[in-house]
């Protein structure tokens, strides 16, 4: 394969965005992550705290993002995924964006994020590799 064809195979970098939505004001485990993706060749956008989840839609259809996470420490995830959910729809984002969200989020609750489209949730410790990975192999490919 010349090197022109190769390149045309190719796809972009796997394209993030880490938001903090809510009122939540702990961001650590968002740097750390926002890092790391960085570390495995994506392409990282972070949100900064306090974003409402209207913003975090508008940023994440502007940046044209395959990965959406989101940072949850609050408790408020049942309030803010739902609203960050239909926002994407509203966008038509929906289906071509990986939304995965981080942070406390009880096991009682985890099954009726899956149920709205979150792909994943990955509570405190969860090993970084295990994140970079499940992105790598879920994440929309585009060209």
Known sequence: ????????HRHRPIRCLIAKVGLDGHDRGAHVIARAFRDAGFEVVYSGLHRAPEEVVQAAVQEDVDVLGLSIL??????????????????DAFEDTLLIVGGIVPEGDREDLHSMGVAAVFGPGTPMEETVEFVRENAPRRE
């Open 1 to 8: 394969m010349s090197a022109d064809a190769e390149g045309a």
């Open 74 to 91: 609050s408790g408020a995830h049942n309030t803010l995924v739902p609203k960050v959910v239909e926002g994407l729809k509203e966008y």
